[in-house]
Nanobody
């Protein structure tokens, strides 16, 4: 069974940076796409970014393009989300998710395996 563990969240000032990590264990080779999602209080979960572990192709939500970068280290079974120029509206619980998919997509309902989340607060 696949297990996902997020880390790296915290409190950061506007304009600051954080790097989130998603460490996977279990049947990792079956799960071709890893996605990052976030959920702010009172809002629905939204897709932030995803990466295809085989092709390396990536996708980003419009709201984070140019500020966030997703990357992977297959040797460590870890996917990262580098977040720069953070804004208060980036405040949310960030989750990573995995699914055997042919293409990278930011649809939460397509992902079956989820981590427990890591909280990111952007505030002065």
């Amino acid at each position: 069974q696949l297990q996902l563990v997020e880390s790296g969240g915290g409190l950061v000032q506007p304009g600051g940076s954080l790097r989130l990590s998603c460490a996977a264990s279990g049947f990792t080779s079956d799960y071709t796409v890893i996605g990052w999602f976030r959920q702010a209080p009172g809002k629905e979960r939204e897709g932030v970014s995803c990466i295809n572990n085989r092709s390396g192709s990536t996708k980003y939500a419009e709201s984070v393009k140019g500020r966030f970068t997703i990357s992977r280290d297959n040797a460590k079974n870890t996917v990262y989300l580098q977040m720069n120029s953070l804004k208060p509206e980036d405040t949310a619980v960030y989750y990573c998710a995995a699914q055997p998919l042919a293409f990278c997509m930011l649809a939460a309902h397509m992902f079956g395996s989820w981590g427990q989340g890591t909280e990111v607060t952007v505030s002065s």
